[in-house]
């Protein structure tokens, strides 16, 4: 393949400058992170966003623009061909509007999301951004985005997929568990939100409803239940996560209805529990790692004991999820008789006086959750491996450049807990030994 940087007699560009409109139309350089010279036989820009996230995931901007650059020179894109930009909302914008015909741009949406939506990482599918997607449609330039679309799109995992793969990461732990519906397994359903934002409630319902495509089945058969829902309004499982306080507070409350709800359940035994145990919590799907971290914080100062390590699954040889999804369930609890009840009551009391610690689920790959998923007290986490998603990127701008018409691949998210934790995070180099805890 004949490419267009091949070609002799080009003269060599210097990097050019982006115009901020402040004042009278005075120019302000933006420095590229990387000092490559920018040749004129389409060159490539990978405009990523300059904000900060204040999670800092493991995913960082940064990372990622070396990432995309780095898989660029690996399918032999010359280096001096390349450069990386942070760049904000209005300098992105601009930058597409004054492109010549033959760039090719990587435009990474650059609008800072709201601070729960950042709780995520910064992988996941955009939101929807009018002004970039107009830069875009009139740009003269070739250019590979991530914008939900657009002609020239690398999907990203949605809130409604990192539902999906929570719930599917939970099911995967509980595989082997006796599930009935006599002791349903207790699930706490966290939705984070942040309450000022019209988006937010939307990401929680798409989060939601991913979860819900996996779980739907056993809540209904009553093998599954959430101790403190009644099941009906989904609404009812939003916590405020828009700090650290506020997460804490939702949490405790919800412990307390677990604990309501629970002790009916208690009703039949001849002597009334002590007010001092805590509810039995199996798991909890916890949204992201930011909430998943408040939440162990509270588990701790509760009393609850042990790490996901301990947890007793009761197994026996032929027991497996798949049997489970085929056998009628026992009958529910308000069909036995009093006998019955009182047994249940029993193993459900003795459940309550272990307090183990629960199958706690986030999402985000944190640096400060990190830790966690290493000593188990978060079973998993979640994430876009980076390396990934910059060979889809990468390969969509070969195409853009050698003239073929880029059909993206979308990129999945990947759960991350203690059985592949090395291989994806420190055999890849992505954290060491040591930011791992490790």
Known sequence: ????????????????????????????????????????????????????????????????????????????????????????????????????????????????????????????????????ASSLSSTRASFVTTLPGA?????????????????????????????????????????????????????????????????????????????????????????????????????????????????????????????????NIGAILASNDFVASQVGGVLKDMGYQGTVADADTSLSEESSQESVAKQEPPAPASDMGEKAKEEVAKALLKERKAQSWPILIGFGVLSTSLSSVVNAREWSTGMVDRSDFASAVAASCMKEESGEKPAPKAVAATAVDENNFKRLLVETGMVSPTQAGL
């Not at 389409?42 to 995309?68: C, D």
């Not at 492109?99 to 955009?126: C, T």
């Not at 996560?241 to 949490?251: D, T």
């Not at 309501?260 to 009334?272: C, H, I, R, V």
């Open 1 to 132: 393949m004949a490419h267009g940087w091949l070609k002799k007699g080009g003269s060599v560009l210097v990097a050019s400058c982006v115009l901020a409109l402040a004042g009278c139309g005075q120019a302000k350089a933006v420095k590229p992170l990387s000092a490559h010279s920018i040749k004129p036989d389409r060159p490539v820009s990978i405009l990523i966003p300059s904000w900060q996230n204040q999670f800092s995931p493991v995913n960082s901007w940064q990372n990622i623009g070396k990432a995309i650059e780095g898989a660029l020179e690996k399918d032999g894109m010359p280096q001096q061909s390349l450069s990386v930009k942070a760049v904000n909302s209005q300098q992105e914008e601009e930058d597409l509007e004054k492109a010549k015909k033959g760039e090719i741009f990587v435009a990474l949406p650059a609008s800072e999301p709201g601070v729960v939506k950042q709780e995520f990482g910064n992988l996941l599918s955009p939101d929807s951004d009018p002004a970039l």
């Open 151 to 279: 002609k020239v799109s690398v999907p990203l995992p949605t809130m409604y997929e990192v539902g999906q793969l929570e719930a599917s990461s939970l099911l995967q732990k509980i595989k082997n568990y006796r599930l009935t519906s006599v002791t349903p397994f207790p699930l706490l359903i966290l939705l984070s939100y942040d309450p000022s934002s019209a988006s937010s409630l939307q990401d929680a319902h798409e989060l939601f409803e991913g979860m819900w495509s996996e779980l739907s089945g056993y809540f209904e058969k009553g093998l599954i239940s959430d101790p403190a829902w009644n099941g009906q309004n989904w609404q009812d499982l939003l916590i405020d996560a828009s700090s650290k306080a506020s997460v804490e507070a939702a949490f405790k409350k919800v412990i307390s209805e677990a604990k309501t709800k629970e002790n009916e359940a208690l009703s039949p035994l001849k002597e009334a529990p002590s007010r001092s145990l805590l509810p």
